[in-house]
């Protein structure tokens, strides 16, 4: 029987785009083990430890950073994220499909790797509505919403680095799209697979 090793789905896409939204309707229709990232930044009204980030101290985070505890790291914004090396590996090694929320910076880390990486990239439909929905959380200043909006422009030049975008312009329909590729997805062919296929000759069992 062949024994795969699980994928990693990446999501990464401007702050306000929705990703998080997306993430959560994806994770109630299919099978994914939702890694959970470290952060140095101040814990949000509507967030919990464990459950939106784990929050950790710059210091502590930067320990972490020099025992090689991140499979990747980024800082944005002044703070540092980061997923977890170790966690992300077990649930790999046993098959199971991993979904990561991280920044652009952070995905081409994950890709260096080697790891069998799919990496979507979420778009807003326009910039407008990419203020609107920054205006809407109610958690940042004008000013920190301009510098998110300056930075999404810049993020733009990432998008040629991953494998599939999506325009978040209605989610229930970029959540049907997000799940169709994940199918796609794991029924394409991979080195391992085609190893094993070689090994195995006639007679294989899936």
Same mark, same amino acid.
């Given at each position: 029987?062949?024994?795969?090793?699980?994928?990693?789905?990446?999501?990464?896409?401007?702050?306000?785009? +929705?990703?998080?939204?997306?993430?959560?309707? $994806? =994770?109630?229709?299919?099978?994914?083990? @939702?890694?959970?990232?470290?952060? *140095? /930044?101040?814990?949000?009204?509507?967030?919990?430890?464990?459950?939106?980030?784990?929050?950790?101290?710059?210091?502590?985070?930067?320990?972490?950073?020099?025992?090689?505890?991140?499979?990747?790291?980024?800082?944005?914004?002044?703070?540092?994220?980061?997923?977890?090396?170790?966690?992300?590996?077990?649930?790999?090694?046993?098959?199971?499909?991993?979904?990561?929320?991280?920044?652009?910076?952070?995905?081409?880390?994950?890709?260096?790797? +080697?790891?069998?990486?799919?990496?979507?990239? $979420? =778009?807003?439909?326009?910039?407008?509505? @990419?203020?609107?929905?920054?205006? *809407? /959380?109610?958690?940042?200043?004008?000013?920190?919403?301009?510098?998110?909006?300056?930075?999404?422009?810049?993020?733009?030049?990432?998008?040629?680095?991953?494998?599939?975008?999506?325009?978040?312009?209605?989610?229930?329909?970029?959540?049907?799209?997000?799940?169709?590729?994940?199918?796609?997805?794991?029924?394409?062919?991979?080195?391992?697979?085609?190893?094993?296929?070689?090994?195995?000759?006639?007679?294989?069992?899936?």
């Amino acid at each position: 029987m062949f024994k795969r090793r699980g994928r990693v789905f990446v999501i990464s896409g401007p702050s306000g785009v +929705g990703k998080g939204t997306l993430v959560r309707d $994806v =994770l109630k229709q299919r099978s994914l083990h @939702l890694s959970i990232s470290y952060t *140095s /930044r101040e814990p949000r009204f509507n967030e919990e430890e464990a459950k939106s980030y784990h929050f950790i101290s710059k210091d502590n985070f930067k320990k972490m950073i020099d025992e090689g505890a991140f499979a990747e790291w980024a800082e944005v914004y002044g703070n540092y994220y980061g997923t977890p090396q170790r966690e992300l590996e077990k649930h790999l090694a046993r098959g199971e499909d991993v979904i990561l929320e991280i920044e652009m910076l952070g995905a081409g880390q994950i890709r260096k790797m +080697g790891e069998d990486a799919v990496l979507i990239f $979420v =778009l807003p439909p326009n910039l407008n509505m @990419l203020e609107e929905r920054l205006s *809407s /959380r109610g958690t940042e200043s004008e000013e920190a919403i301009a510098q998110r909006l300056s930075c999404a422009m810049d993020e733009l030049k990432y998008l040629k680095d991953y494998d599939y975008y999506l325009v978040n312009n209605d989610i229930e329909n970029t959540t049907r799209q997000l799940l169709a590729i994940m199918e796609a997805e794991s029924h394409s062919v991979s080195d391992a697979f085609l190893t094993y296929l070689d090994k195995a000759g006639r007679g294989f069992s899936l």
